[in-house]
């Protein structure tokens, strides 16, 4: 790009987020107005964590709270308030892209660690692993508390929300405080050092080249050496591969992803479960720490191949509505209306809804011929979401599986899914995506708390000391129990 087209495009981009859109009282009322009807037909699940008398009073009340005038980024921050009260972690809101700007980004890499905030990255001469205790004279944890409503979670679900909130601090730090030019950083070095520095913005494309150089990517633990390329194969990689630890006979099988075409995920599965079969290997870690979910008849040939009895993944489904809401709002969905309500609903209604009490799928819920029969672990965390937390809770069905690592992002008991529907609310252009299905799941142990994601066999947090040393620690855990070290 030559010096003229660079400038032209900062003017643009610069300016966008002073060029948010002002709206007027009567133009935001109506913006609510249509996603609050929207809720209250289509949201499956909205009086979960609220009652209705609450939930309408929040209702009149933020909307009696609208000014004369108020921009789209004000009007997202106070729509986000109510939306936080339904814990839905599959509602989702995000701003005009009248606000978007790529110019002014926060420049550091922070990784967030019992609800404090740490350098992942050795950037500007601040050490890894040094706590971040101001920027701009606030104080993280009021910052922390801020950004809490950007990023929705089922129920009381942390892990998902702060996995969230360290990947895009930038844009986060952007919405709650606009455009800043520089950041007054006040930190504490790992040797309890106080100091500060005052760092400029960076484009968000400098920003996120070098997240490719976190520490919590633990390139370091794995000997790679090129982060770019460990990044692409083992973190943003969508398909299934496969490495072995031949000493222990272990193979361990990331999943990043169960979002490929079926046929083609299954070919993958086949080949890689023929590998192991080849290899004599007697222990299988499947490791979907990074799973932001996919397609269920993925998750179920994977799990077919590791299982020995017959399994079940869902209590029922339900929705409050056979046809889509102020359907004059919508710019997308990707199933057909009328098939997914009138055929699979429309015969099943309930006195306050439609509920399935089957699962169509089920019949595909047995052993493969070809499973693996050694012992089997699966690693989870805060980001494993949607169909990778499914997949998770099949798992802690299991009881000859062991599920390691940390609670996942999506709900326990139930969540949100199936059908997604896009809508731009027509004055402030604000997205909102909700799905209208509310899938209850098929659960053994009831003892777990209500609004809790799936919780692991056994909890191995990362810590400070792992960050600092870029240590893989559910890995290692998983490795020494194999080894008889734990």
């Known amino acids: ?74 009007l997202l921050k106070k729509i986000l ?10 509602l989702l809101l995000f701003p005009s892209k009248a606000i978007e700007t790529h110019q002014y980004y926060f420049p550091l890499i922070l990784k967030i660690i019992n609800t404090e905030f740490y350098t992942d990255t050795h950037d500007f001469g601040i050490p890894i692993g040094s706590k971040i205790s101001k920027i701009n004279t606030i104080e993280m944890p009021q910052i922390l508390e801020k950004f809490r409503k950007y990023t929705p979670t089922d129920g009381y679900i942390l892990t998902r929300k702060y996995r969230d909130i360290e990947l895009k601090f930038g844009l986060f730090h952007l919405y709650e405080f606009g455009i800043q030019k520089e950041f007054t950083i006040e930190y504490i070095e790992p040797n309890g050092t106080e100091k500060s520095i005052i760092l400029p913005a960076e484009s968000f494309t400098t920003v996120k080249k070098r997240n490719l150089n976190r520490n919590s990517y633990v390139t370091s633990y794995h000997h790679q050496e090129d982060k770019v390329d460990f990044f692409s194969k083992h973190i943003h990689n969508k398909e299934p591969y496969i490495y072995y630890k031949d000493k222990l006979k272990t193979a361990v099988l990331v999943i990043n992803s169960f979002s490929m075409e079926f046929n ?80 699979q609903f429309y015969p099943h209604p309930t006195y306050d809804g439609w509920q399935l009490n089957f699962d169509d799928l089920e019949a595909l819920m047995v052993p493969d011929k070809n499973r693996f029969k050694g012992n089997v672990y699966t690693l989870i965390g805060g980001a494993t979401y949607a169909a990778g937390s499914t ?48 899938i209850t799941s098929y659960i053994k142990n009831t003892d777990i708390p209500k609004g809790s994601g799936v919780p692991p066999d056994r909890k191995v947090p990362f810590t400070v000391e792992d960050l600092k040393m870029g240590k893989d620690t559910q890995l290692e855990y998983t490795l020494k129990l194999i080894g008889g070290g734990g």
């Not at 069905?397 to 996942?408: F, Q, R, S, V």
Request: glycine letters at 4%; hydrophobic letters at 35%.
């Open 1 to 74: 790009m030559n010096r003229s087209l660079c400038i032209v495009f900062f003017l643009i981009i610069s300016s966008t987020f002073y060029g948010q859109r002002k709206l007027t009282n009567t133009q935001a009322r109506e913006d609510f107005k249509i996603l609050q009807n929207i809720l209250l037909k289509g949201h499956p699940a909205l009086y979960d964590y609220i009652d209705k008398r609450k939930l309408d009073s929040t209702f009149k009340h933020t909307e009696q709270s609208l000014p004369k005038e108020i921009s789209d980024t004000e």
């Open 81 to 90: 308030v109510v939306t936080n009260h339904i814990k839905d972690g599959n």
């Open 264 to 343: 083609a995920f299954k070919s993958r599965l086949t080949k890689i479960f023929r590998e192991i079969d080849k290899n004599k290997i007697k222990n299988l870690i499947i490791d979907i720490r990074d799973n932001d979910g996919g397609f269920r008849p993925n998750v179920i040939q994977l799990f077919s191949l590791i299982t020995q009895n017959p399994y079940k993944q869902r209590a029922n489904t339900y929705v409050t509505t056979i046809e889509v809401p102020e359907k004059q709002y919508v710019t997308k969905t990707y199933l057909n209306e009328k098939d997914f309500f009138k055929t």
């Open 391 to 438: 997949f998770a809770l099949l798992t802690k069905n299991d009881p000859n599986i062991l599920l390691i690592g940390e609670e996942t992002g999506s709900g326990y008991y139930s969540h949100t899914g199936d059908f997604p529907v896009h809508y731009e609310l027509p004055n402030s252009k604000i997205t909102m995506v909700i799905f209208l299905t509310k």
